[in-house]
């Protein structure tokens, strides 16, 4: 038996790798085009690749006794990505270094498919086996770059949030007579800052940007609250917690009162949660723990920052105090930022997220996650869509029907039987 013929016989006795259960050729197509421009494919590479791909029979993508080949010559494969046969023949040689494919061809290039003289079917052509078994280093890669992307989502939503938040303290301070002399340094900085967000924003920038908007908000906090002691002590011994972000002296006995945006909308936040959607949300009596009936504006005063940590979920504090940082009370952006950080683990859409913020406010917003988040692990009736009821609790808020104190009245009570 000559050599080629028993490799032959060999080879029609190995068993070969295949896609995983749930995947078929088309997948892997689809996980190549998200993460072809990451290892090394450029566009004309990854369109001569794909077509190769579309040239393979797709059983032969899952059968253990098969290997995925593209007999197509390099010309009519050149022709289909409209490139030359020299680029195609790159291309080739590019992929078989990168791992992905498998070269063999006859000496003039030939790919086709024969019977041997035993009647052993032998190939030649582009093997597709190696991309088979780089599947898990792809799909490790597809998954870093969807994390990737969300953390650069969440940093854009934060930035949003924070740079709201630094231009409502900032109109307080040109409101006032007296203007620290820092305001001006203040004001180029913030005028330093960019208008909008390029496509290709890095991670490491985003961060940085978020951190000097903090501290440009942090400084204007306090010139507030310093000019704020300056005229003399406030009327009552507490201040709304969505006006203040960086208070020393009364910050940790302040309550969630008015706006959190700035908007009349955000006024309407203490009444209990929509139905619908949101039925699994607590509905019970309708007093806080003040004894506060729910029509009074006044009712949350008893949500102070330290009892809305005591209402958020182990994974929401943990955020929370990231947020905080040094400083010794946690501030609305702390809680603004945890509910940031809570969307993707509860698979919460980011437009879901943002037409909340858009109808009630920053703070309302983080409210309904707090609800929503505490809820997904309701002991009878647990919520199966975050991202149904966030949208379901808004469309109430814009009909004027959204009550969330009853939810936080009941998440309340039920963590005091837990501890009990």
């Given amino acids: 038996m000559h050599a080629y013929q028993q490799g032959v016989s060999r080879r029609s006795e190995t068993t070969y790798p295949t896609?995983?259960?749930?995947?078929?050729?088309?997948?892997?197509?689809?996980?190549?085009?998200?993460?072809?421009?990451?290892?090394?494919?450029?566009?004309?590479?990854?369109?001569?690749?794909?077509?190769?791909?579309?040239e393979t029979r797709p059983s032969d993508w899952i059968r253990p006794d098969r290997e995925p080949v593209c007999f197509a010559m390099q010309i009519n494969i050149a022709r289909i990505?409209?490139?030359?046969?020299?680029s195609v023949r790159r291309t080739e040689d590019h992929l078989e270094q990168l791992g992905l494919i498998r070269k063999e061809v006859t000496s003039n290039g030939q790919r086709s498919r024969f019977r041997s003289v035993l009647g052993e079917e032998a190939r030649t052509g582009i093997f597709f086996t190696p991309l088979i078994e780089a599947l898990p280093g792809l799909l490790g890669l597809r998954?870093?770059?969807?994390?990737?992307?969300?953390?650069?989502?969440?940093?854009?939503?934060?930035?949003?949030?924070?740079?709201?938040?630094?231009k409502r303290n900032l109109e307080t301070l040109r409101s006032r007579p007296h203007k620290p002399l820092a305001l001006q340094e203040l004001e180029s900085r913030i005028a330093s800052w960019p208008t909008r967000f390029e496509a290709s924003a890095e991670i490491q920038g985003?961060?940085?940007?978020?951190?000097?908007?903090?501290d440009v908000?942090?400084?204007?906090?306090?010139?507030?609250?310093?000019?704020?002691?300056?005229?003399?002590?406030?009327?009552s011994g507490v201040r709304p917690l969505q006006d203040t972000t960086q208070d020393r002296t009364v910050f940790c006995n302040a309550h969630v009162g008015e706006s959190t945006a700035g908007k009349p909308a955000d006024t309407n936040i203490d009444d209990a949660p929509?139905?619908?959607?949101?039925?699994?949300?607590?509905?019970?009596?309708?007093?806080?723990?003040?004894g506060h009936k729910t029509q009074n504006q006044e009712n949350l005063k008893w949500l102070t920052p330290d009892v809305l940590c005591d209402l958020c979920t182990d994974e929401m504090q943990l955020r929370i105090l990231l947020a905080q940082g040094k400083r010794p009370c946690p501030?609305?952006?702390?809680?603004?930022?945890?509910?940031?950080?809570?969307?993707?683990?509860?698979?919460?859409?980011p437009s879901?997220?943002?037409?909340?913020?858009?109808?009630?406010?920053?703070?309302?917003a983080a409210l309904c996650i707090l609800i929503i988040d505490n809820n997904v692990a309701h002991p009878e009736t647990p919520i199966q869509s975050p991202g149904g009821v966030l949208r379901a609790m808004t469309a109430r808020h814009q009909a004027g029907q959204l009550r969330l104190n009853q939810s936080l009245v009941a998440i309340r009570k039920r963590k005091g039987k837990q501890v009990e």
Avoid: N, Y
């Fill in 19 to 54: 896609l995983p259960v749930d995947m078929q050729r088309g997948d892997v197509e689809r996980l190549i085009r998200r993460v072809g421009p990451q290892i090394g494919l450029s566009p004309g590479r990854l369109a001569v690749l794909l077509a190769m791909m579309d």
């Fill in 81 to 86: 990505c409209g490139q030359s046969t020299r």
């Fill in 143 to 166: 998954e870093q770059l969807a994390q990737e992307r969300f953390e650069v989502q969440a940093l854009k939503q934060k930035i949003s949030a924070a740079r709201r938040m630094v």
């Fill in 206 to 214: 985003l961060q940085d940007l978020l951190e000097d908007i903090i």
């Fill in 217 to 235: 908000d942090d400084q204007l906090e306090q010139h507030i609250h310093e000019q704020t002691l300056e005229s003399g002590p406030p009327d």
């Fill in 274 to 290: 929509p139905d619908g959607g949101a039925d699994c949300l607590e509905k019970q009596d309708e007093t806080d723990p003040a």
């Fill in 331 to 349: 501030a609305p952006r702390d809680f603004v930022i945890a509910a940031i950080d809570r969307l993707v683990p509860l698979g919460i859409h």
């Fill in 352 to 364: 879901a997220w943002q037409e909340a913020v858009d109808q009630m406010g920053d703070l309302a």
